[in-house]
């Protein structure tokens, strides 16, 4: 079983920067896939980021360019920059981590942008 505990949210104003953290409780280097989800109010769950083991990172088409997925072993903890932030980016982000077979969720971080 793998915890994640994410930190980091909070209020920017738009074009404003943050950086969420997710620390696990188990070394990352044996989890396939680590990566970042976000819910919007009355919208849908939606990937936003994910880095593989051997460090292969996708993106969403909305925040390609502006965030940057990254981990750090030594660490056990994944990150997620975020720039030049948008109203629309505003969402509950919640880290996974995917030691196949399983997956695990974190408890969720909100971040709020204002214009």
């Known amino acids: 079983q793998v915890q994640l505990v994410e930190s980091g949210g909070g209020l920017v104003q738009a074009g404003g920067s943050l950086r969420l953290s997710c620390a696990a409780s188990k070394s990352i280097s044996s989890i396939n896939t680590m990566g970042w989800y976000r819910q919007a109010p009355g919208k849908q769950h939606e990937l936003v980021a994910r880095?593989?083991?051997?460090?292969?990172?996708n993106y969403a088409a909305s925040v390609k360019d502006r965030f940057t997925i990254s981990r750090d072993n030594a660490k056990n903890t994944v990150y997620l920059q975020m720039d030049s932030l948008k109203p629309e980016d505003t969402a509950v982000y919640y880290c996974?981590?995917?030691?196949?077979?399983?997956?695990?969720w974190g408890q969720g971080t909100q971040v709020t942008v204002s214009s």
């Open positions: 996974n981590a995917v030691p196949l077979p399983y997956m695990y």
């Open positions: 880095i593989s083991s051997g460090g292969m990172s």
